[in-house]
């Protein structure tokens, strides 16, 4: 697979990630653990995950699954919430303490079954505690071999820019995709100023952007999408207008509605490396599929032209989520 690389420091990489956030309290272990290998075999490099993924459960599966590519292959995890390091309860809470960072990185290691983490993320921007002061006990883990890079999640400009003057951030990882683009205003630009790769989180709008929910589309009580108000019934149906955009290019590609949400990231800036993620090979091999999409030029000026008279509707996630994303 073609492969791109992730801010100024040499970190390559997949063009396409594997996120892993999926892969908590599932009674399939093995069938994921057979999903992720499958992806390797297949060329995928970028495995992601976070300790608060479960919590634990995702680390320690993603762990055993690559521990026969571990040299081949570059892990991502993310510290930041304030998980008890004993019982793997969530406290809901944001915690960015130095003692926290180090303590949650040892645990981390241990889940994951090796000696350095490979891109070590902050979940979120911890208001209580200065960049500075993040950054300075990333910089420690990785001249003590514990790390390779640093990473941020979600994070705004001023954070940015605050963390990458004590430490180069690798990469930022937020969500980008058609239907969320609030990253071009301000935070690409800052990107490319310092080098810094971007990692899209669900880059397929949680799923909508592949054209597989609709108004009859139900979901149960632990999945996440019942209660972001994007995926309510009236913003579905107003939603729906962009899935038909992508659904008229794929056609005229021989491609999926999905291959084409994620060709354009692709398409967007070289360093952009999308961590789609599935429990489905099938879904896996759609997804690869999009790197050998070729968007020209008009294609890119159709969607674009086409996806501004779009608006959007409904919050990417419920008010009491945002809140505790700090920036």
């Keep these: ?31 994921l653990i057979a ?10 490099t970028f495995f992601d ?3 608060v993924y479960g919590p634990f459960r995702n680390e320690e599966i993603v762990g055993e699954a690559l521990a026969p590519f571990r040299d081949s292959v570059t892990i991502a995890t993310k510290f930041g919430w304030d998980v008890d390091l004993e019982t793997g309860k969530h406290l809901g809470r944001l915690n960015s303490r130095p003692d926290h960072i180090k303590a949650a990185t040892e645990g981390m290691l241990r889940r994951l ?30 001249r003590q071999g514990k790390a390779k890079y640093f990473g941020m999640s979600e994070a705004g400009v001023q954070s940015i820019r605050r ?23 301000e935070i690409l630009p800052v990107l490319e100023e310092l080098g810094i790769g971007l990692v899209p989180y669900s880059p397929l709008g949680k799923g909508f952007l592949a054209g597989k929910i609709d108004d009859t589309t ?30 008229i290019v794929a056609e005229r590609k021989g491609a999926t509605p999905a291959q ?29 599929g999009s790197v050998s999409v070729v968007l020209t030029k008009d294609d890119l000026r159709e969607i674009e032209q086409s996806a501004s008279k779009i608006e959007v509707q409904g919050a990417r996630y419920p008010e009491a989520i945002l809140k505790l994303s700090g920036r």
């Excluded at 999903?35 to 995928?44: K, L, N, Q, S, T």
């Design 163 to 185: 963390a990458h003057a004590v430490l180069p951030v690798t990469a930022l990882q937020s969500e980008y995709s058609l239907w969320t683009r609030e990253p071009e205003a």
């Design 260 to 288: 084409i949400a994620l060709a354009w990231l692709l398409a967007q800036k070289p360093w952009i490396v999308p961590i789609p993620g599935t429990r489905r090979l099938d879904r896996l091999d759609q997804n690869l």
């Design 35 to 44: 999903v992720i290998r499958a992806a390797v075999e297949r060329g995928v």
């Design 113 to 142: 079954g090796t000696d350095r983490i490979d891109l070590l993320y902050q979940h979120r921007v911890d208001p209580d505690v200065p960049m500075e002061d993040v950054a300075g006990v990333v910089k420690e883990l990785i």
């Design 1 to 31: 697979m073609e492969k791109r690389k992730l801010g100024n420091g040499g970190l390559e990489v997949s063009a396409l990630g594997f996120g892993c956030m999926g892969y908590g309290p599932a009674p399939d272990r093995q069938n």
């Design 218 to 247: 139900t979901f149960d009580s632990s999945d996440l999408r019942g209660r972001i108000p994007r995926f309510e019934l009236e913003a579905r149906l107003a939603n729906q207008a962009l899935v038909d955009l992508l659904r």
């Design 49 to 51: 995950t976070a300790e």
